[in-house]
């Protein structure tokens, strides 16, 4: 009958860890030369060379343009948000917002109430 090396459970932890740390630096090595050899990656330009005089300063951003109420931002947000439930951004025809008149006659007979 076979009996164990060890019965210290340090000692037992620790062989567990140094294989897990092993299997973990095997599979990071596995993943670093499958991106070095990888045939789908798109080939990166060169950057451009600037020119020698000195860089010009960037232009200040401009203003979101307003679109019916809603900035550029608001806009962008609500078609990442519908792109993200499975519609093209394409299939958005308006933003705007929706007709509550329950609301609206709720908010005017509790003014008059107080």
Known sequence: MHQPV??????????????????LTAVWGLIEIT???DPTKKKS??????PAGG????????PAAKTGGLNAETVAVI??????CGCSADQIQAI????????????RVSGMRS
């Open 35 to 37: 991106h070095m050899i």
């Open 55 to 62: 860089a010009a300063p960037a232009a200040p951003a401009a």
């Open 45 to 50: 330009d060169p950057p451009a060379a600037q």
């Open 79 to 84: 078609a990442a948000a519908v792109s993200a």
């Open 6 to 23: 060890t019965n210290d459970p340090l000692v037992i932890m620790f062989i567990n860890m140094v294989i897990v740390f092993a299997v």
């Open 96 to 107: 705007r917002p929706a007709e509550q008149p329950a609301w609206t006659g709720f908010g």
